[in-house]
């Protein structure tokens, strides 16, 4: 339940759904990554690990490069949740509840 | 703390649940949904029609620097003030069958209310379809702001 949370709080960053982005094409290095980006280097790799660790990203050993890949498996799971959506409508309705009180007090 | 809107999609159903409760006395929850003003607020929408009666019809339409990007429309079958409205809700220039739509209102106490909607889709696939639209538009959103940086970089050089 807790890594459910994680996930989304992984993807409702616009920077790290940038990166999950920019790796669905080709696997990448961290450096690769990162030149992409205005973003401080280190702020990146906080990024990359924040993804890797909610397994969205995986890490693979290429000699001495270390390069990041799209877990599949695992963006799928996620673009199959509710909460998105969930969250779409709690937006709208919050909004909804702050015209009426607006309203209410004219 | 309890999610003051909840969504219930059972496995295999081609149907949504949506319930919130709200801060609101009923009147003024279903006064959000009745005055076309007020119903463009809130949803951040142009109303070009809105026929709140029986086999009445509604539509509108959302911009976005100058240019229409969504437009949807449907018919309303049942309104009855303060209780429920029945509609089909159907999105323009998407290859997305209409959806019915039950919206029932309800007094909790003098100064809360609850609104349970109730959608049902052609098929289970398209339910599905549709609560992934959210998700998809949050990585479209990121792709963009992808291609402004990319382009800034490129400025850059």
């Not at chain 1, 669905?24 to 790799?45: E, L």
């Not at chain 1, 969250?87 to 009180?101: G, H, P, S, T, Y």
């Not at chain 2, 801060?23 to 070009?48: H, I, N, S």
């Amino acid at each position: 339940m807790n890594l459910r949370r994680d996930v989304f709080q992984a993807i409702a960053d616009p920077t790290r759904r940038a990166i999950l982005l920019l790796v669905a094409s080709q696997s990448m290095t961290a450096g690769a990554i990162a030149s992409n980006f205005d973003t401080a280097r280190p702020t990146v790799s906080k990024h990359l690990q924040i993804l890797t660790e909610c397994e969205l990203l995986k890490q693979e050993q290429n000699g001495r490069e270390i390069h990041y890949h799209i877990n599949a498996k695992k963006m799928k799971e996620v673009a199959d949740f509710v909460e998105p959506f969930r969250q779409m409508w709690d937006d709208r309705f919050n909004k909804l509840e702050a015209v009426m009180k607006k309203y209410q007090k004219k | 703390m309890e999610q003051k809107t909840k969504v219930n999609a059972e496995e295999g159903k081609q149907e949504i649940i949506i319930t919130r409760e709200f801060d609101l006395p009923l009147e003024l929850l279903f006064k959000a949904y009745e005055e076309p003003e007020l119903f463009e607020q809130w949803m951040g929408t142009k109303v070009l029609k809105m026929e709140n009666k029986k086999h009445g019809s509604y539509s509108f339409e959302t911009s976005h620097d100058g240019k229409v990007v969504f437009r949807a429309n449907g018919t309303i079958h049942e309104f009855v003030p303060n209780q429920k409205i029945t509609r089909t809700f159907e999105m323009e220039n998407m290859p997305f069958p209409v959806q019915l739509e039950y919206l029932e209102f309800e007094k909790l106490t003098d100064e809360t209310s609850k609104l349970t909607m109730h959608i049902l889709f052609k098929s289970v696939a398209f339910r599905n379809q549709l609560m992934q639209m959210p998700f998809a538009q949050g990585i479209h959103m990121a792709h963009n702001r992808l291609q402004e940086i990319v382009s800034k970089k490129n400025n850059e050089i």
